[in-house]
T-cell receptor
């Protein structure tokens, strides 16, 4: 069974700081990995998707890397802003017995607070 | 363009009643998913529809849960004889028809409270 772990569970930083969120998964036979943000009481917003053959993806101040063989991904946020405050979720498809290329397994998330 | 929409946004019901939750995927998306987000369990997969193929119902927690997708677009998740443990946020997502890619776009969710 695929399991996804996110560390830390919560992070508080001052505005302007660069930060890294970590995600690990137990079975490296994944199809892709997706990072989301979730604001309180809202749905999920897709940030970045990395296919299993890729090493990283970038969007604006966000950079996500994937080390499939070691079962790890990091989300790097540059020059953090108060508007970045949210819960960040990592999810993978595939892995585990009968893993599919569509069924996402989620971590519990990292609650990020960026203080002005 | 318009994203995934879900209705209602909030639903409060009494234990034992049936509820229906609706999802409108992004136009042109062939894949549709339902997930459940609860405090104790995090986000869990429930069911997956892809075009006219048989759905993957492997995540449905009991036979009180069912879902259908009419005309390859709108989907309804039905929970019969609701229980308090069904209280959660039910999220719908859709994906475009790109093989092997499957980036999922989520709706705002329906918050279900069973009293």
């Amino acid at each position: 069974k695929q399991e996804v772990t996110q560390i830390p569970a919560a992070l508080s930083v001052p505005e302007g700081e660069n930060l890294v969120l970590n995600c690990s998964f137990t079975d490296s036979a994944i199809y892709n990995l997706q990072w989301f943000r979730q604001d309180p009481g809202k749905g999920l917003t897709s940030l970045l998707l990395i296919q299993s053959s890729q090493r990283e993806q970038t969007s604006g101040r966000l950079n996500a890397s994937l080390d499939k063989s070691s079962g790890r991904s990091t989300l790097y946020i540059a020059a953090s802003q108060p508007g970045d405050s949210a819960t960040y979720l990592c999810a993978v498809s595939g892995g585990g017995s009968g893993g599919s290329n569509y069924k996402l397994t989620f971590g519990k998330g990292t609650l990020l607070t960026v203080n002005p | 363009g318009a994203g995934v929409s879900q209705s209602p946004s909030n639903k409060v019901t009494e234990k034992g009643k049936d509820v229906e939750l609706r999802c409108d995927p992004i136009s042109g998306h062939t894949a549709l998913y339902w997930y459940r987000q609860s405090l104790g369990q995090g986000l869990e997969f429930l069911i997956y529809f892809q075009g006219n193929s048989a759905p993957d119902k492997s995540g449905l927690p009991s036979d009180r849960f069912s879902a259908e997708r009419t005309g390859g677009s709108v989907s309804t998740l039905t929970i019969q004889r609701t229980q308090q443990e069904d209280s959660a946020v039910y999220l719908c997502a859709s994906s475009p028809p790109l093989a092997g890619y499957n980036e999922q776009f989520f709706g705002p969710g329906t918050r279900l409270t069973v009293l």
